[in-house]
């Protein structure tokens, strides 16, 4: 029985040039003719395989005795039904183990499970050359139903990703096939719950890959005017401002760090502003700004030649802030304005270039010593921050950015650092990040921090020696916030090469897109005062 209201989802996957469907409907499983069709099995201690299909426990009786396949996290069994059983249409099936249930009481902990197991479903089906895929959403998970949906179709979305764009089809290479329909089986979960779930699994995960797409994109292939081409699609598309402040309009307001990072290069810098109006001017105001630098060769203080390919993640902090707007103009949250910054350019060594003990004027008037080109991704966010927080007055603010490697020899590539002024915002973002599985960890900020960015010759310098080089930099970018509550979030171990799991590939991860997603739908600022 289908839903009265078939429920589809097109999603523009921007590498494949292609369309995505996502259907949500109550057909019975056994009814799916397509590809593969997918059961998530839980790990348990009895005897019975815990699944309500007759031909999947009949199919995995003797691999459960055995022991080969007992429904544990990243386990999967295939299985072809067509040949021997009469009541399975689907050409394909595929058991993928949950693992052993956690501890309801943490529920981040049993999303990652229905992540996970997507993840390994799609992983396998890549390589089977399945193209519709049908997963029947798993019971008795200790999740609402919306957040099992939701997961689930978070999972499959960001597992399926490839970049694929600049590659070339040999004449004698057979092309890999996509999975170009999902088809999600309600089970026994509450249909317009699971409805609700996957639509907000679909926004924010499409936005990830969104984010993914423009890291993996070369630096000649994502210059600082790709950021403000792709703002203003988004604005023209959904119900959002768009402005980009030019080179010109930069030298007129001061902004000097942003214009010191660009001398060295022959494109113009950008300065995009995106602003999504959801609520009233009582409302609270919500400001993002993510580091947008295309590529950073370190400019005169270069960087060694090993691994610089890399530096075209550089602008992962501007990528997951563009796209986590898009996101949230395409939910409309309410009771909350969200205005989101991108500062972008490339870093450059030229005959122009800023130079090592060159001094330099922030819009907000500080002045600072460069003591190291290298350190220039706190250069222009310093200017979005004190530009945005006066115009736009926001009751919070936070900023990404791949800011410094110190955050990677402290935290590896497995959590996000985070350094915070106000303790109500650093909270609700480590929640946010817990439940979105993009854990982050604070680290401290204090006076003895800022002291050792104090210059003998200008106000500050731009770095302050080798000891905790991350907490400096979120110190030097303190200077520019004011009073405002703000948070910090240093995502140079966590952008690329994050956490292997089944769906996060190798490369770009997407990190913080859905952070910031998860961090708005829960938002709880105060309103202002008439």
Not at 309 to 334: H, N, R, S, T, W
Not at 344 to 368: F, Q
């Amino acid at each position: 029985m289908l839903l009265r209201r078939e429920f589809l989802l097109l999603i523009d996957i921007q590498q494949r040039g292609t369309y995505m469907i996502f259907e949500l409907n109550q057909k019975e499983p056994e009814m799916f003719s397509g590809d593969l069709l997918v059961y998530f099995i839980r790990e348990t201690e009895g005897k019975t395989v815990p699944c309500l299909s007759k031909v999947v426990r009949r199919e995995l009786k003797q691999a459960w005795k055995s022991g080969d396949f007992t429904g544990k996290k990243g386990q999967s069994f295939l299985f072809y039904p067509s040949a021997t059983a009469k009541h399975s249409a689907a050409y394909r099936v595929l058991a993928v183990g949950l693992g052993k249930a956690a501890d309801e009481s943490d529920k981040n902990a049993l999303r990652e499970q229905i992540r996970l197991a997507a993840g390994t479903a799609v992983q396998q089906a890549a390589g089977l050359k399945v193209t519709s895929l049908m997963a029947v959403l798993p019971e008795k998970t200790g999740l609402e139903d919306s957040e099992v949906a939701e997961c689930l179709t978070e999972g499959l979305i960001l597992g399926s990703y490839r970049f694929d764009k600049y590659k070339s089809k040999k004449e004698d290479q057979e092309e890999q096939p996509t999975i170009e329909a999902f088809s999600l089986q309600v089970g026994t979960l509450n249909p317009k719950a699971a409805q609700e779930g996957m639509s907000l699994g679909k926004k924010a995960a499409t936005a990830a890959c969104r984010a993914r797409d423009m890291a993996n994109e070369p630096g000649n292939g994502w210059p600082p005017a790709k950021f403000a081409e792709f703002g203003q699609r988004l604005a023209q598309k959904h119900k959002l401002s768009c402005e980009i402040i030019e080179k010109d309009a930069m030298k007129k307001l001061g902004m000097g760090g942003i214009l010191g990072v660009n001398q060295g290069s022959a494109l113009p810098p950008k300065l995009v502003i995106l602003k999504y109006e959801g609520g009233k001017k009582t409302d609270p105001t919500l400001m993002l700004v993510g580091k947008g630098l295309t590529f950073d060769s370190g400019g005169i203080s270069l960087k060694p030649g090993l691994g610089m390919e890399d530096m075209k993640y550089d602008m992962c902090g501007g990528a997951a802030v563009i796209c986590a707007m898009q996101a949230i103009a395409q939910e409309q949250p309410k009771g909350i304005n969200v205005v989101a910054l991108v500062p972008s350019t490339e870093n450059l060594p030229a005959s122009t270039a800023l130079k090592p003990g060159d001094i330099i004027t922030h819009y907000n008037g500080k002045t600072s010593e460069i003591i190291n080109t290298d350190a220039e991704g706190r250069l222009i966010l310093a200017d979005a921050l004190a530009y945005g927080i006066e115009k736009y007055t926001p009751d919070a603010v936070i900023d990404l950015a791949t800011l410094t490697g110190a955050v990677i020899v402290g935290l590896g590539h497995h959590r996000t650092g985070l350094m915070a002024t106000d303790d109500s915002l650093a909270d609700q973002l480590l929640a946010a990040g817990d439940r979105a599985g993009e854990p982050l960890w604070r680290l401290p900020l204090g006076p003895e921090y800022s002291e050792q960015i104090k210059s003998q010759v200008a106000d500050v310098k731009n770095i302050g020696g080798r000891g905790a080089g991350s907490i400096t930099a979120a110190a030097y970018l303190q200077e520019f916030v004011g009073d405002t509550p703000w948070a910090h979030l240093d995502i140079a171990g966590t952008a690329w090469n994050f956490t292997e799991k089944t769906y996060i590939p190798k490369g770009p991860s997407g990190i913080a897109v859905r952070t910031l997603v998860d961090l708005v739908r829960h938002w709880q600022g105060k309103k202002k005062e008439v």
